[in-house]
């Protein structure tokens, strides 16, 4: 996959933390995906990432190899979030990246290789349409991967809100009825997939990506009021690398 020329992050999102420093915050960083502490090589990876430099993290981590997928797809999935302006290169990016982990996913002993997996192709889901998609048989690999994640760790709360918004998107688009026949979707799955993870980590992107979902089961007459009561959540959460900070950001700006 193409990691190069990539857009550098605006200045205001930087953040120069220090190894020891992200050692001493990973458990509150990684809450909600509660992955291991990393060393070495690995933990360079993550540094870069968690300071912004997103194409920096995402070269080290596939010269390191399938243990540093997680680390891979979440850089992708935050330049394409919040960096790239070129739509096209995201939509490429994203399906370069989805395809390369499914190529390397059996060689990964890590839960959070999965779910960074599903995270990566739901973007790229997004990013061509969920119909089209659909038609293509992602629904089915982003479900059947957080299944698998939420069937190891249980406490996954990013795997709960990614499982939430797969009932969602799907129920938003198809309806609820074929939804349902064909695809599992189900509404009180998806609220209760929420709930759980809200518990379970009430970080700034859960609750942006809670709000997003309660707009599409409910609608934006009724959902609207419960959607910008998770924004405003979001917006007065404490950001501790770039990637939040950029999130709070982003929640403050659909509160203008």
């Known amino acids: 996959m193409k990691i190069s020329n990539w857009q550098a992050t605006d200045p205001d999102f930087i ?3 220090s190894a020891e420093e992200l050692g001493q915050m990973w458990t509150t960083l990684h809450q909600a995906d509660v992955s291991d502490v990393p060393e070495g090589e690995l933990m360079s990876a993550w540094l870069s990432f968690h300071n912004g430099d997103y194409q920096s993290a995402a070269e080290q981590a596939m010269a390191l190899g399938p243990s540093a997928l997680p680390v891979l797809l979440r850089s992708v999935v935050a ?5 790239c302006e070129d739509e096209d290169e ?3 990016l994203l399906e370069q990246a989805h395809t390369h982990a499914e190529s390397v996913l059996d060689d990964c002993d890590d839960v959070n290789a999965e779910f960074t997996t599903a995270l990566c192709m739901g973007r790229y889901a997004q990013s061509i ?3 089209k998609a659909l038609k293509e048989g992602l629904g089915g690999k982003v479900k059947n991967l957080l299944a698998s994640v939420l069937e190891q760790q249980p406490n996954h709360a990013e795997a709960h809100i990614a499982m939430a918004m797969y009932h969602a998107e799907i129920i938003d688009k198809v309806g609820s009825m074929l939804g349902g026949l064909t695809y599992g979707a189900s509404a009180d799955q998806a609220r209760s997939h929420l709930e759980q993870g809200l518990e379970l980590a009430p970080n700034a992107i859960n609750l942006i990506e809670a709000g997003n979902a309660y707009l599409l089961l409910d609608g934006e007459k ?3 009021a419960q959607a910008t009561h ?3 959540q979001a917006a ?5 690398d770039a990637l939040q900070t950029m999130d709070v950001d982003f929640a403050a700006s659909q509160l203008d």
């Open 222 to 224: 009724k959902g609207m």
């Open 79 to 83: 330049y394409t979030d919040y960096v």
């Open 15 to 17: 953040k120069d933390l």
């Open 236 to 240: 007065e959460c404490e950001a501790l």
């Open 230 to 232: 998770l924004y405003q």
């Open 129 to 131: 349409s969920i119909v």
């Open 90 to 92: 995201c939509t490429a």
